[in-house]
T-cell receptor, first 110, second 114 residues
Framework: QKEVEQNSGPLSVPEGAIASLNCTYS??????FFWYRQYSGKSPELIMS????GDKEDGRFTAQLNKASQYVSLLIRDSQPSDSATYLC??????????FGAGTRLTVKP | DAGVIQSPRHEVTEMGQEVTLRCKPI?????LFWYRQTMMRGLELLIY????????DSGMPEDRFSAKMPNASFSTLKIQPSEPRDSAVYFC????????????FGEGSWLTVV
């Protein structure tokens, strides 16, 4: 079992819709969780971090964390074509390293 | 403020040659990560340093790969001898540990072994 699992997609949504991205992790002692966005040919860049159970909102982005279920999600409201990218879930694991999921490729169609 | 700086950005080399990738972390950051990214395997953690000391090298694929961090300002990832299956993008990322734990990536080194 991989330490961080994501649905690889691709996920396609129409412009203006909500995109929902999901991630599960295996290390129960993990305390820090991150979503990165990666455009084709570029390096990953941080979108959001979340440390406590519940929701955290930043503009059109909402991260959700449920430690009991070992589940992290990212919602993108009012999706724009510029949101088309690969979204990577990252987990700071027990020995303080950082593990990434395989990424979900999102396409927002105009 | 300069970000993580990697070199070379692109390298094409022949099978059997030695490859050395370099990384300069963000000033003041005390943790450094080397990742490899391919379409098939995604973003894999190769090795993680904290305060210049290797903490976890379980991701280093085999003895052909080695990494060093001789000081807080520099790290290298070496592949000797290189093989075609080593073709990938190699990312260096750094952070200030216990300050939110966010890591920041360099632009990557695109390696092609022919």
């Amino acid at each position: 079992q991989k330490e961080v699992e994501q649905n690889s997609g691709p996920l396609s949504v129409p412009e203006g819709a909500i995109a929902s991205l999901n991630c599960t992790y295996s290390d129960r002692v993990s305390q820090s969780f991150f979503w990165y966005r990666q455009y084709s040919g570029k390096s990953p860049e941080l979108i959001m971090s979340i440390y406590s159970n519940g929701d955290k909102e930043d503009g059109r982005f909402t991260a959700q964390l449920n430690k009991a279920s070992q589940y992290v999600s990212l919602l993108i409201r009012d999706s724009q074509p510029s949101d088309s990218a690969t979204y990577l879930c990252a987990v700071n694991s027990g020995n303080n390293d950082m593990r990434f999921g395989a990424g979900t490729r999102l396409t927002v169609k105009p | 403020d300069a970000g993580v700086i990697q070199s070379p950005r692109h390298e094409v080399t022949e099978m059997g040659q030695e490859v050395t990738l370099r990384c300069k972390p963000i000033s003041g950051h005390n943790s450094l990560f080397w990742y490899r990214q391919t379409m098939m395997r995604g973003l894999e953690l190769l090795i993680y340093f904290n305060n210049n000391v290797p903490i976890d090298d379980s991701g280093m694929p085999e003895d052909r790969f080695s990494a060093k961090m001789p000081n807080a300002s520099f790290s290298t990832l070496k592949i000797q001898p290189s093989e075609p299956r080593d073709s990938a993008v190699y990312f260096c990322a750094t952070r200030l540990e216990n300050s939110g734990n966010t890591i920041y990536f360099g632009e990557g080194s695109w390696l092609t072994v022919v």
